[in-house]
């Protein structure tokens, strides 16, 4: 579950992350007079959509007065907001976030995360912060110090010191960077966090380190203890990823023409990358749990097939366990059915009634081009989208 950056300032505010002076607003009268109470001379109004990149997509702007202030917000609440992360479809703006604008000597990046390989928790830092970190992270030019803490339980004081001087930190500003360091750790365990970013993360002349955005995605499976939370989670996500999330599905809308379905997250991910290696671009990533009917499964096809953009599918799976192919065959039959729409399915099967799903796809009448292995049905795939 992803989180504003509003809501994660005021639930980390507690273990130690300071951020400048702000208010919400929803309306450009209510950004108007947040600025007038926090008399700063500048003010930064920033638009709250669950996705970054909103500085170079003109999300967040500077102002120097609360009549401007308003006029920001005016001109960004209500305005379907499109970054690198949002997607083609873009967010909608429904509030702001209006700060007091805080000049620094320095900024950082800094974030909490699980490494995918080895489950660990990890500390990454970087003594260059801002909206380019990913291209630099892409081209090997992101400074990143990076610090193994283990399962979390504890982080050694020394170690997060050591950190902080590899920035060019010292004194104070390294004891406040180690303090803020630590607390972040305690937050990501209590809170059952999988990311908390800072960036950029800032030093300002009186040695303060403070939170300019921050990032926070709690886990969704771990929600049922942090009741007040999944409170909080709010539906303006993809309608197409709340809808599937209720269905069983764990659904990502991507901007392609190839609809996706495996059994697997990995699964999942090895056929999307596998759709672009053939030199196409998948419309989504949609991994069905083992604990799907085919009526769920049947609604996650529908998405793809109301979707005007995907002019094929392919579907990989392997049955196993729970789940078995013919499920996800009936599944897909149900959708067409119901949707009165057909497209090439191409069909990579194997497992758990296999033979029987390929009789399945004959009886609801889908016709399959299909593959023995994963790549060929990726490439022929592609070629049936174009």
């Not at 269905?247 to 996706?260: A, T």
């Not at 609801?364 to 490439?379: K, L, Q, S, V, Y």
């Amino acid at each position: 579950m992803k989180l504003h950056e509003f809501q994660s300032k005021q639930i980390l505010a507690p273990y130690g992350v300071e951020a400048p002076r702000g208010a919400v607003a929803i309306t450009a009268e209510e950004a108007g007079q947040a600025a007038r109470r926090l008399g700063a001379s500048r003010f930064a109004v920033k638009a709250q959509i669950h996705a970054g990149g909103r500085g170079r997509a003109g999300g967040v702007h500077i102002v120097s007065s609360p009549e401007a202030a308003a006029e920001s917000a005016r001109a960004l609440l209500g305005r379907r907001l499109v970054t690198e992360q949002s997607g083609a479809h873009g967010r909608v703006v429904e509030r702001v976030l209006v700060e007091a604008a805080v000049d620094h000597i320095r900024s950082f990046y800094l974030s909490l995360s699980i490494h995918a390989a080895s489950g660990t928790l990890v500390l990454a830092a970087s003594g260059a912060g801002g909206d380019d970190i990913e291209e630099r992270v892409l081209a090997g030019e992101d400074g990143l110090e990076r610090l193994s803490l283990g399962d979390g339980s504890q982080a050694r004081p020394e170690d997060l010191g050591a950190l902080a001087a590899r920035l060019g930190l010292a004194g104070q500003p390294a004891e406040a960077f180690t303090a803020l360091a630590d607390g972040l750790r305690r937050a990501f365990l209590e809170l059952d966090a999988s990311l908390i970013e800072i960036n950029p993360l800032v030093l300002t002349a009186d040695d303060r380190l403070l939170a300019l955005d921050v990032k926070m995605i709690i886990d969704d499976h771990a929600l049922f203890r942090q009741a007040s939370l999944a409170e909080l989670r709010e539906e303006d996500e993809d309608e197409y990823e709340v809808k599937a999330r209720q269905r069983q599905l764990n659904y990502v809308r991507m901007d392609g023409s190839v609809g996706v379905a495996a059994n697997g997250a990995g699964l999942g991910l090895a056929t999307v990358d596998l759709v672009h290696a053939a030199g196409g671009a998948p419309a989504n990533f949609m991994d069905i749990r083992t604990t799907a009917t085919s009526l769920d499964i049947a609604h996650g096809f529908g998405l793809l097939l109301d979707n005007p953009q995907v002019r094929a599918l392919l579907i990989n799976v392997h049955g196993g366990g729970m789940q078995s192919c013919d499920t996800v065959a009936e599944g897909l039959g149900i959708a067409m059915r119901r949707a009165g729409r057909t497209l090439p399915v191409v069909t990579r099967l194997a497992g758990n009634n296999a033979d029987y799903a390929r009789s399945r796809f004959a009886n609801f009448g889908c016709r399959i081009i299909e593959c023995p292995d994963m790549w060929t049905a990726a490439a022929k795939a592609v070629a049936a989208a174009r």
